[in-house]
């Protein structure tokens, strides 16, 4: 069974501040999805990560997959708090589709002015 | 252009009732999925459409939830004898031609009250 950690769960950052949230799996898969879910909101893609050594950057937001480690990263650079929101990593489980997206249990970030 | 569109957006019902979810995907996407997203176990996969294959139904929770996708575009995700464990925001999404690169689209969401 595909596992998906998230950590933090929660993060309390200042705005200006750099910060990175994690995203373990348990099995291979080499494409991974970054999600964003503002709070009574549906979830807003962010990244699709499809290789090993994919790295995606948006505004102040990168993502990164390493599928050797079964890790993915996703950095905040000088937070600002239009960043507040819970961010949500997914993964593929092995031999699926793109649908059955396992996710994890989302960070939630507070970017406090 | 319209994104994923569901309804009702909230829905409270008393236990032992059945209730009707629709979900209007995104003109043109063949893929359908539906989610559950609840305090407890986060964001889980229910059921998937792809064209006129048959669904992959291999994560409804019991017997009592179904789902239907009727002429390749509207869903509807029923729950029958609702429990209420099945309380939970209810989002679908959907994406062009459920490829493994694609990005999910996702709906506003449901959000079921069981009372």
């Known amino acids: 069974e595909l596992k998906v950690e998230q950590n933090p769960l929660f993060l309390s950052m200042q705005e200006g501040k750099n910060y990175t949230i994690y995203c373990n799996y348990s099995t291979t898969s080499d494409r991974l999805y970054w999600y964003r879910q503002d709070p009574g909101k549906s979830l807003e893609s962010l990244f699709v990560l499809l290789s090993n050594g994919a790295v995606k950057q948006e505004g102040r937001l990168m993502a990164s997959l390493d599928t050797k480690a079964r890790l993915s990263t996703l950095h905040i650079t000088a937070a600002v708090h239009d960043l507040s929101a819970t961010y949500f990593c997914?993964?593929?489980?092995?031999?699926?589709?793109?649908?059955?997206?396992?996710f994890g249990k989302g960070t939630k970030l507070s970017v406090i002015p | 252009g319209a994104g994923v569109s569901q309804s009702p957006s909230n829905k409270v019902t008393e236990k032992g009732k059945d209730v009707e979810l629709r979900c209007d995907p995104i003109s043109g996407h063949t893929a359908l999925y539906w989610y559950r997203q609840s305090l407890g176990q986060g964001l889980e996969f229910l059921i998937y459409f792809q064209g006129n294959s048959a669904p992959d139904k291999s994560g409804l929770p019991s017997d009592r939830f179904s789902a239907e996708r009727t002429g390749g575009s509207v869903s509807t995700l029923t729950i029958q004898r609702t429990q209420q464990e099945d309380s939970a925001v209810y989002l679908c999404a959907s994406s062009l031609d459920g490829a493994e690169w694609e990005t999910q689209y996702f709906g506003p969401g449901t959000r079921l009250l069981v009372l």
């Open positions: 997914a993964v593929d489980p092995p031999g699926a589709g793109s649908y059955q997206l396992t």
